[in-house]
């Protein structure tokens, strides 16, 4: 049962997006193999990024290998939850067949998630203040023009739904928090937020008072949006398009920070428009762009998802999670 459970929402997935998953072969059917193999090899080392990360957030040392399965398994429930969510409902599981408190458990998640609020800004900063040379190359460039724009986006399902989808839940939340019941929703959530971010800089505190933990959390941390950046650099490399890593990472640091603002299943929809959006503006070709960008989802979000929803339902199963 769990295992059929399994399988269909892979088929469903699949069957959602396939238009988005031949458009992305099609892309990188005439790639260089060579630039494909290291944007895949990057993709894999956000898993062994992710479980240092997640070591130097917990209070206790669970075995390493069965902490890879589970962010192998995590990277399955992101493709299924908003906003990062299936990933960490895995993770406090896990947290708690260790041992831990509930409360404990969040802790170290949200510790987790702290640190890669921090450092992300922290790349944006530094790719912002001290990096002229590739400011420079895009402050050259004009913004595309909404025409442009609109026929690289026009006619992919995949960007089109993730823009739909977000249509209509902005229709709904105006609709069912109206004016008043939005403003006690805002000042409970404002609140119960402070209380979280009290508690998350104190367990922080106490990881930068323990040197290993503090190495693991902040160098994975550090670690996710370059690699991120990477996997698109030589999606873009393997179609041939001339630009630097640099400019690359700093295109993606900009574009994931504003598409966080729309949440969607594994950033889909969101994260799509708004970073081709970002290539056009640093000078790719529209089509090349969006090219590049559906085949990072394909290699970022699609070849991940057999395994990991394998690793998923084994977990499950042996009750790991």
């Known amino acids: 049962m769990l295992g059929t459970a399994v399988a269909g929402a892979v088929v ?8 988005a998953l031949d458009a992305g072969s099609e892309s990188l059917m005439g790639a260089d193999r060579a630039w494909l193999l290291i944007a895949a090899l990057a993709t894999a080392a956000m898993w062994c990024v992710g479980t240092v990360t997640q070591l130097g957030s917990m209070p206790v040392r669970p075995p390493v290998g069965r902490l890879f399965a589970v962010q192998v398994a995590a990277s399955f429930a992101n493709q299924l939850l908003p906003a990062g969510s299936g990933g960490i409902a895995i993770n406090v599981r896990f947290l708690r067949r260790c041992g831990l408190t509930r409360g404990a458990a969040m ?10 609020l ?16 590739a400011l420079g190359m ?13 026929a690289a986006v026009a006619g992919n399902p995949w960007i089109e739904g993730g823009l739909a989808a977000a249509a209509v839940a902005a229709v709904v939340a105006l609709v069912w928090l109206r004016p008043a019941r939005f403003a006690g929703v805002l000042r409970s959530r404002a609140a119960a937020g402070g209380r979280q971010l009290r508690h998350e800089l104190a367990g ?3 990881v ?11 160098l994975g941390s550090l670690s ?15 179609l041939s398009v001339p630009i630097t890593v640099t400019s690359v990472v700093v295109v993606y640091l900009v574009v994931s920070s504003v598409s966080a603002l729309v949440p969607s299943p594994g ?4 994260l799509d428009v708004v970073l081709v959006a970002g290539l056009v503006w640093a000078g790719v070709p529209s089509a090349a762009a969006l090219g590049a960008v559906v085949g990072y989802r394909l290699i970022t979000v699609w070849l991940p998802l057999l395994p990991g929803a394998c690793v998923f339902a084994v977990l499950l199963r042996r009750r790991i999670i």
């Open 138 to 150: 895009l402050g050259e460039r004009h913004w595309p023009r909404p025409r442009e724009v609109a």
């Open 224 to 238: 996710s949006p370059l690699l991120h950046g990477l996997v698109l650099f030589a999606v873009l490399r393997s």
């Open 118 to 133: 921090v450092t992300h800004l922290l790349l944006l900063a530094v790719a912002v203040a001290g990096v002229p040379s």
């Open 107 to 116: 802790g170290s998640v949200g510790l987790n998630s702290l640190a890669g």
């Open 204 to 206: 922080l505190g106490r």
């Open 12 to 19: 469903v997935l699949a069957l959602t997006h396939r238009v």
């Open 267 to 270: 950033g889909i929809g969101g």
């Open 208 to 218: 930068l008072r323990h040197p290993g933990r503090a190495t693991a959390l902040w």
